[in-house]
T-cell receptor
Framework: GAGVSQSPRYKVAKRGQDVALRCDPI?????LFWYQQALGQGPEFLTY????????KSGLPSDRFFAERPEGSVSTLKIQRTQQEDSAVYLC??????????FGPGTRLTVL | QKEVEQNSGPLSVPEGAIASLNCTYS??????FFWYRQYSGKSPELIMS????GDKEDGRFTAQLNKASQYVSLLIRDSQPSDSATYLC?????????????FGTGTRLQVTL
């Protein structure tokens, strides 16, 4: 079956621009997670949704980061006024009612 | 601060040998442990999950968990060049169902011919 999909796969932004990253989870998966992975590091948690409810946003690094999942399916991670330190791969993962998470291919964001 | 520690490597093993990857974690109360494989430029792929002390085997992979020592390992038997990747240890520090994972920095494995 179809896995987690993310778009765009690559995004180049000028410093100060706003970006929006999309995640389509596996159909029927209740939980959705966003992680940020810097080069040479493991993924770091950003935020978590159960259906449309954002239950944990403790990992969002600043108020420039915002995530939503309005209908409990597709999710968007928005970064306002991008900075160079935002350059990373942004991974989305979804999970059924278990703690096994399945990752999408990621969006590689480069801020110039 | 709840942490997961891994040796970054690279760990180099010859083809056909056993690769042993290790991970320690900071919270004794942790319940769920995962090994992910990540090829360069790709996303993490789940290999094994383990919840109870002891060994869990799946094909050439064996996960080992020792909660008293806060230690989890992954053994890869008959290592193949296609096993060359970064192996990420991940821990769910919160009891219950879906919850955030805390990852180590990963160990890079190189299987040589």
């Amino acid at each position: 079956g179809a896995g987690v999909s993310q778009s765009p796969r690559y995004k180049v932004a000028k410093r100060g621009q706003d970006v929006a990253l999309r995640c389509d989870p596996i159909s029927g998966h209740v939980s959705l997670f966003w992680y940020q992975q810097a080069l040479g590091q493991g993924p770091e948690f950003l935020t978590y949704f159960q259906n449309e409810a954002q239950l944990d946003k403790s990992g969002l690094p600043s108020d420039r980061f915002f995530a939503e999942r309005p209908e409990g399916s597709v999710s968007t991670l928005k970064i306002q006024r991008t900075q160079q330190e935002d350059s990373a791969v942004y991974l989305c993962a979804s999970s059924p009612q278990t703690d096994t998470q399945y990752f999408g291919p990621g969006t590689r964001l480069t801020v110039l | 601060q709840k942490e997961v520690e891994q040796n970054s490597g690279p760990l180099s093993v010859p083809e056909g040998a056993i690769a042993s990857l290790n991970c320690t974690y900071s919270d004794r109360g942790s319940q769920s442990f995962f090994w992910y494989r990540q090829y360069s430029g790709k996303s993490p792929e789940l290999i094994m999950s383990i919840y109870s002390n002891g060994d869990k085997e799946d094909g050439r992979f064996t996960a080992q968990l020792n909660k008293a020592s806060q230690y989890v390992s992954l053994l890869i038997r008959d290592s193949q060049p296609s096993d060359s990747a970064t192996y990420l240890c991940a821990v769910n520090f919160e009891v219950g169902t879906a919850s955030k994972l805390t990852f180590g920095t990963g160990t890079r494995l190189q299987v040589t011919l």
